[in-house]
């Protein structure tokens, strides 16, 4: 992704030097990641959990809560961008806490 877009659209929420530095390691995406077929989807028989990220400029929200219905899964939403996970790190935390809770019966 070009840096500018990355900076401005992939992680706007992260400091500065943080999405620099993400920018900076970014790789090119190998085309066998793409084209791979899935022949088992966990999320059809495994509990599952959702952080849609209500301003991501990269996957649009309504399509992160389209998957999220789909898998059945758990979600939790935050004002974030397509990397709330490092931008909010306490909700990230907070929702592994509770998927762990989550499958220890």
């Known amino acids: ?5 990355f900076l401005a659209a992939f992680a ?5 030097d943080v999405k620099e530095f993400m920018a900076d390691g ?8 793409i084209l791979a077929k899935a022949t088992l989807a966990a999320w059809k028989n495994k509990p599952t959990w959702y952080l849609v990220s209500k301003d991501d400029q990269i996957i649009p929200p309504d399509n992160e809560r389209m998957f999220a219905r789909r898998m059945k899964a758990t979600t939790e939403e935050v004002a974030g961008s397509h990397v709330a996970f490092i931008a909010h790190p306490d909700v990230a ?4 806490e509770a998927a762990a809770q989550g499958v220890r019966h």
Not at 1 to 5: S, Y
Not at 12 to 16: K, L
Not at 28 to 33: D, E, N, R, T
């Open 26 to 33: 970014q790789v090119p995406i190998q085309l066998s990641g």
């Open 93 to 96: 935390a907070r929702i592994i």
């Open 1 to 5: 992704m070009k840096r500018a877009i």
């Open 12 to 16: 706007p929420d992260v400091p500065q």
